[in-house]
Protein backbone atom coordinates (compact mmCIF):
# COMPACT_ATOMS: atom_id res chain seq x y z
CA UNK A 1 0.00 0.00 0.00
CA UNK A 2 1.26 3.49 -1.14
CA UNK A 3 0.32 6.97 0.61
CA UNK A 4 -1.76 7.15 3.53
CA UNK A 5 -4.96 5.44 4.85
CA UNK A 6 -8.14 6.35 4.53
CA UNK A 7 -10.61 7.17 6.70
CA UNK A 8 -12.43 3.75 5.98
CA UNK A 9 -9.30 1.59 6.55
CA UNK A 10 -10.44 -1.86 8.33
CA UNK A 11 -8.87 -2.36 11.66
CA UNK A 12 -6.56 -5.33 12.23
CA UNK A 13 -7.07 -7.88 14.54
CA UNK A 14 -5.54 -11.39 15.98
CA UNK A 15 -8.45 -12.85 13.12
CA UNK A 16 -6.54 -10.92 10.62
CA UNK A 17 -3.51 -13.04 11.27
CA UNK A 18 -5.03 -16.38 10.64
CA UNK A 19 -7.23 -14.64 7.55
CA UNK A 20 -3.93 -13.24 5.74
CA UNK A 21 -1.98 -16.43 6.19
CA UNK A 22 -4.33 -18.51 4.84
CA UNK A 23 -4.92 -15.91 1.88
CA UNK A 24 -1.23 -16.01 1.35
CA UNK A 25 -0.74 -12.42 2.05
CA UNK A 26 2.45 -11.17 4.08
CA UNK A 27 1.94 -9.63 6.71
CA UNK A 28 3.92 -6.30 7.50
CA UNK A 29 5.21 -5.47 11.15
CA UNK A 30 6.99 -2.83 12.41
CA UNK A 31 8.48 -1.54 16.32
CA UNK A 32 7.05 1.43 17.70
CA UNK A 33 7.65 3.49 21.23
CA UNK A 34 6.28 6.84 20.83
CA UNK A 35 3.15 8.34 19.75
CA UNK A 36 5.02 9.88 16.82
CA UNK A 37 6.23 7.32 15.16
CA UNK A 38 3.59 5.18 15.60
CA UNK A 39 1.61 7.95 13.79
CA UNK A 40 3.41 7.74 10.64
CA UNK A 41 3.67 3.86 10.99
CA UNK A 42 0.04 3.24 11.10
CA UNK A 43 -0.64 5.98 8.79
CA UNK A 44 1.36 4.51 6.29
CA UNK A 45 -0.37 0.92 6.24
CA UNK A 46 1.45 -1.38 8.14
CA UNK A 47 -0.40 -4.46 9.69
CA UNK A 48 1.11 -4.53 12.84
CA UNK A 49 3.29 -2.59 15.30
CA UNK A 50 5.47 -3.91 18.02
CA UNK A 51 5.93 -2.02 21.16
CA UNK A 52 8.99 -4.06 21.61
CA UNK A 53 10.74 -4.44 25.02
CA UNK A 54 13.64 -3.35 22.39
CA UNK A 55 12.97 0.21 23.57
CA UNK A 56 15.63 -1.15 26.61
CA UNK A 57 18.05 -0.40 24.07
CA UNK A 58 16.45 2.27 21.59
CA UNK A 59 14.76 4.76 23.67
CA UNK A 60 17.09 4.16 27.00
CA UNK A 61 20.17 3.07 25.93
CA UNK A 62 20.83 -0.04 27.81
CA UNK A 63 22.95 -2.73 26.36
CA UNK A 64 20.25 -5.39 25.98
CA UNK A 65 16.20 -5.71 27.29
CA UNK A 66 16.97 -7.41 30.46
CA UNK A 67 16.50 -3.78 32.47
CA UNK A 68 13.02 -1.93 31.30
CA UNK A 69 10.39 -3.15 33.57
CA UNK A 70 6.67 -3.36 33.36
CA UNK A 71 5.56 0.49 34.08
CA UNK A 72 8.09 1.32 31.40
CA UNK A 73 6.37 -1.04 29.14
CA UNK A 74 3.21 0.32 29.91
CA UNK A 75 4.44 4.37 29.35
CA UNK A 76 5.42 3.11 25.76
CA UNK A 77 2.69 1.09 24.90
CA UNK A 78 0.13 3.44 25.68
CA UNK A 79 1.85 6.28 23.66
CA UNK A 80 1.66 4.30 20.90
CA UNK A 81 -1.89 2.99 21.12
CA UNK A 82 -2.88 6.49 21.25
CA UNK A 83 -1.88 7.18 17.78
CA UNK A 84 -2.87 4.20 16.05
CA UNK A 85 -6.45 3.57 14.38
CA UNK A 86 -5.59 0.52 12.43
CA UNK A 87 -2.69 -1.65 12.80
CA UNK A 88 -2.78 -4.39 15.19
CA UNK A 89 -0.60 -3.19 18.61
CA UNK A 90 1.44 -5.62 20.16
CA UNK A 91 2.84 -5.06 24.03
CA UNK A 92 6.28 -7.40 24.74
CA UNK A 93 5.99 -8.57 28.21
CA UNK A 94 9.35 -7.25 29.59
CA UNK A 95 11.65 -10.18 31.40
CA UNK A 96 10.45 -10.90 34.98
CA UNK A 97 7.16 -10.16 34.15
CA UNK A 98 6.04 -13.94 33.23
CA UNK A 99 8.98 -16.38 34.37
CA UNK A 100 8.47 -16.15 38.00
CA UNK A 101 4.63 -17.66 37.92
CA UNK A 102 1.75 -17.96 35.81
CA UNK A 103 0.05 -15.72 38.45
CA UNK A 104 2.38 -13.16 38.18
CA UNK A 105 2.45 -13.32 34.88
CA UNK A 106 -1.84 -13.22 34.18
CA UNK A 107 -1.55 -9.96 36.96
CA UNK A 108 1.34 -8.11 34.56
CA UNK A 109 -0.31 -9.27 31.21
CA UNK A 110 -3.68 -7.97 32.80
CA UNK A 111 -2.55 -4.00 33.63
CA UNK A 112 -0.42 -4.33 30.44
CA UNK A 113 -3.83 -5.09 28.44
CA UNK A 114 -5.55 -2.47 30.86
CA UNK A 115 -3.49 0.63 31.43
CA UNK A 116 -2.75 0.40 27.37
CA UNK A 117 -5.20 -0.41 25.51
CA UNK A 118 -3.27 -2.65 23.02
CA UNK A 119 -4.58 -5.81 21.09
CA UNK A 120 -2.13 -8.62 22.44
CA UNK A 121 1.11 -9.36 23.96
CA UNK A 122 4.34 -11.38 23.33
CA UNK A 123 6.20 -13.71 25.63
CA UNK A 124 9.34 -15.53 24.59
CA UNK A 125 9.50 -18.96 25.22
CA UNK A 126 8.41 -22.80 24.22
CA UNK A 127 8.02 -25.74 26.16
CA UNK A 128 8.69 -23.72 29.33
CA UNK A 129 6.50 -21.33 29.30
CA UNK A 130 3.19 -23.34 27.79
CA UNK A 131 1.30 -23.41 30.99
CA UNK A 132 1.31 -19.09 31.40
CA UNK A 133 0.31 -18.85 27.67
CA UNK A 134 -2.45 -21.35 28.30
CA UNK A 135 -3.45 -18.94 30.91
CA UNK A 136 -3.01 -16.01 29.54
CA UNK A 137 -5.24 -16.85 26.39
CA UNK A 138 -8.13 -18.29 28.88
CA UNK A 139 -7.90 -14.97 30.72
CA UNK A 140 -9.16 -13.50 26.81
CA UNK A 141 -5.63 -12.45 26.39
CA UNK A 142 -3.87 -13.20 23.13
CA UNK A 143 -0.66 -14.34 22.97
CA UNK A 144 2.26 -13.93 20.28
CA UNK A 145 4.89 -16.21 20.86
CA UNK A 146 8.72 -16.04 19.81
CA UNK A 147 11.33 -18.87 19.69
CA UNK A 148 14.58 -18.94 18.12
CA UNK A 149 17.28 -16.36 19.26
CA UNK A 150 15.00 -14.97 22.30
CA UNK A 151 16.88 -11.99 23.73
CA UNK A 152 15.49 -11.69 27.22
CA UNK A 153 17.81 -14.93 27.73
CA UNK A 154 20.93 -13.72 25.72
CA UNK A 155 22.96 -14.52 28.91
CA UNK A 156 22.00 -18.35 28.79
CA UNK A 157 22.91 -18.25 25.13
CA UNK A 158 26.29 -16.01 25.60
CA UNK A 159 25.48 -14.36 22.27
CA UNK A 160 22.93 -13.35 19.50
CA UNK A 161 24.28 -15.90 17.04
CA UNK A 162 21.45 -18.10 14.73
CA UNK A 163 20.23 -20.34 16.91
CA UNK A 164 18.60 -23.99 16.34
CA UNK A 165 21.38 -24.56 13.49
CA UNK A 166 21.66 -28.22 15.17
CA UNK A 167 19.21 -31.14 14.60
CA UNK A 168 18.03 -31.33 18.23
CA UNK A 169 17.30 -27.72 18.64
CA UNK A 170 15.42 -27.36 15.32
CA UNK A 171 13.41 -30.25 16.88
CA UNK A 172 13.03 -28.84 19.97
CA UNK A 173 12.13 -25.46 18.20
CA UNK A 174 9.60 -27.00 15.74
CA UNK A 175 7.96 -28.87 18.72
CA UNK A 176 7.88 -25.82 20.74
CA UNK A 177 6.01 -24.04 18.27
CA UNK A 178 3.41 -27.09 17.09
CA UNK A 179 2.81 -26.47 20.84
CA UNK A 180 2.35 -22.54 21.06
CA UNK A 181 -0.05 -23.06 18.05
CA UNK A 182 -1.96 -25.55 20.14
CA UNK A 183 -2.27 -23.51 22.95
CA UNK A 184 -4.08 -20.95 20.94
CA UNK A 185 -1.30 -18.47 20.19
CA UNK A 186 -2.27 -16.39 17.14
CA UNK A 187 1.48 -15.98 16.33
CA UNK A 188 4.76 -16.64 16.41
CA UNK A 189 7.84 -14.23 16.30
CA UNK A 190 10.66 -16.48 14.57
CA UNK A 191 14.53 -14.74 15.33
CA UNK A 192 17.23 -15.46 13.96
CA UNK A 193 17.02 -19.52 12.80
CA UNK A 194 17.81 -21.25 9.23
CA UNK A 195 15.40 -19.90 6.62
CA UNK A 196 14.65 -23.91 5.63
CA UNK A 197 13.72 -24.59 9.75
CA UNK A 198 11.18 -21.30 9.47
CA UNK A 199 9.68 -22.71 6.25
CA UNK A 200 8.97 -25.52 8.15
CA UNK A 201 7.82 -23.88 10.70
CA UNK A 202 5.52 -21.95 9.06
CA UNK A 203 4.03 -24.83 7.37
CA UNK A 204 3.46 -27.11 10.16
CA UNK A 205 1.39 -24.15 12.20
CA UNK A 206 -2.29 -22.77 11.48
CA UNK A 207 -0.57 -19.66 13.53
CA UNK A 208 0.93 -16.72 11.67
CA UNK A 209 4.94 -16.96 12.00
CA UNK A 210 6.43 -13.46 11.65
CA UNK A 211 10.36 -13.74 10.87
CA UNK A 212 13.57 -11.36 11.59
CA UNK A 213 16.41 -12.94 10.38
CA UNK A 214 14.52 -16.04 9.60
CA UNK A 215 14.31 -16.19 5.64
CA UNK A 216 11.25 -14.84 3.50
CA UNK A 217 8.87 -17.96 3.67
CA UNK A 218 7.32 -16.81 6.94
CA UNK A 219 4.03 -15.26 6.95
CA UNK A 220 5.49 -11.90 7.50
CA UNK A 221 8.37 -9.90 8.82
CA UNK A 222 9.00 -7.59 11.08
CA UNK A 223 12.04 -5.11 11.63
CA UNK A 224 13.20 -2.64 14.55
CA UNK A 225 12.44 0.80 12.91
CA UNK A 226 15.32 3.16 13.84
CA UNK A 227 16.86 0.16 12.91
CA UNK A 228 15.77 -0.30 9.14
CA UNK A 229 15.42 3.82 8.50
CA UNK A 230 18.91 4.08 9.18
CA UNK A 231 18.71 6.00 12.42
CA UNK A 232 21.84 4.61 14.38
CA UNK A 233 24.91 3.30 12.59
CA UNK A 234 25.55 1.02 14.94
CA UNK A 235 23.53 -2.04 14.33
CA UNK A 236 24.27 -3.62 10.80
CA UNK A 237 23.29 -7.58 11.19
CA UNK A 238 23.18 -9.48 8.30
CA UNK A 239 19.43 -9.28 7.81
CA UNK A 240 19.37 -5.56 7.96
CA UNK A 241 17.96 -4.31 4.98
CA UNK A 242 17.91 0.07 5.25
CA UNK A 243 15.38 1.96 4.02
CA UNK A 244 16.59 4.91 4.30
CA UNK A 245 19.82 6.79 6.19
CA UNK A 246 17.97 8.95 8.58
CA UNK A 247 20.68 9.64 11.15
CA UNK A 248 22.87 11.27 7.39
CA UNK A 249 19.56 13.62 7.15
CA UNK A 250 18.65 14.51 10.60
CA UNK A 251 22.46 15.20 11.35
CA UNK A 252 22.61 17.78 9.00
CA UNK A 253 19.20 19.38 10.05
CA UNK A 254 20.89 20.15 12.84
CA UNK A 255 24.26 21.11 11.71
CA UNK A 256 22.12 23.90 9.93
CA UNK A 257 19.83 24.93 12.21
CA UNK A 258 23.06 25.34 14.91
CA UNK A 259 24.88 27.43 12.12
CA UNK A 260 21.85 29.42 11.69
CA UNK A 261 21.06 30.26 14.93
CA UNK A 262 24.93 31.03 15.92
CA UNK A 263 25.01 33.50 12.81
CA UNK A 264 21.49 35.43 13.54
CA UNK A 265 19.91 33.89 10.79
CA UNK A 266 16.72 32.21 12.37
CA UNK A 267 14.48 32.99 13.32
CA UNK A 268 14.13 36.06 10.05
CA UNK A 269 11.87 38.45 10.81
CA UNK A 270 9.03 36.45 8.77
CA UNK A 271 9.41 34.08 11.67
CA UNK A 272 9.12 36.53 14.58
CA UNK A 273 5.85 37.84 15.53
Known amino acids: MSGYLTINSKKITTRSFFEMKQRGEKIAMLTAYDFTMASL???????????G????????GNENTLPITVDEMIYHARSVKRAVKRALVICDMPFGSYQISREEALRNAVRIMKETGVDAVKVEGGADILDTVKALIAAGIPVCG???????????FGGYGVRAKDKAEADRLLADAQALDVAGCFAIVLEKVPAELAAKVTEAVSCATIGIGAGCQTDGQVLV???MLGMTNAFRPRFLRLYASLSTIICDAINRYSEDVKQSAFPSEEESY
Open 41 to 51: IDNSGIDCILV
Open 146 to 156: HLGLTPQSIHK
Open 53 to 60: DSASNVMA
Open 225 to 227: STD
